[in-house]
């Protein structure tokens, strides 16, 4: 089997967008990741959930564990309206890596492998038509193991 049948759909954000949308997108859809493209829809970013939550509270919190376990969780949240003025590009973590991508005729395996790598809950998939590239799909790490479970 190849990437492109077993990517599926998935819903992305641009740079730009509101930083505060994007994470209702995650949460609201139950989203593995946020996946991010730039103006001309090449992925920019794949930010995993576990850190899309980590915008909702302090640094020091995320840094010191010890903090977190002697705060309550009022002092410790960062209420949502405090990402309504940021871009996504203006609040992804600062260093963020070129995020792993994978062509349509790679192999089931390849994806596997370049996830495993990256540590990252999904792959996009992206066909380049000779002038640019876009995004078809991403396999995620519940699609998968499905496969590879033999489960579909």
Known sequence: MLARDLAEPY???????????????V????????????????????????QVAAALIPEYVVKDPAQAAVLDEQQAYRPPEMLADLSVAEWLPKGRAVPPVIGPD???????????RCRSPLVPVVEHDGTRA????????????DHLMGLS
């Open 11 to 25: 819903p992305f954000v641009s740079a730009d967008s509101d930083a505060l949308d994007a994470v209702r997108l």
């Open 27 to 50: 949460a609201r859809q139950k989203l593995p990741a946020l996946l991010v493209v730039d103006a001309d829809e090449q992925p920019y970013a794949v930010l995993p959930g576990s």
């Open 106 to 116: 790679s192999t089931v395996l390849q994806a596997a492998a370049l996830m495993a």
């Open 134 to 145: 876009r995004v078809i799909g991403a396999i995620t790490a519940a699609r998968l193991l």
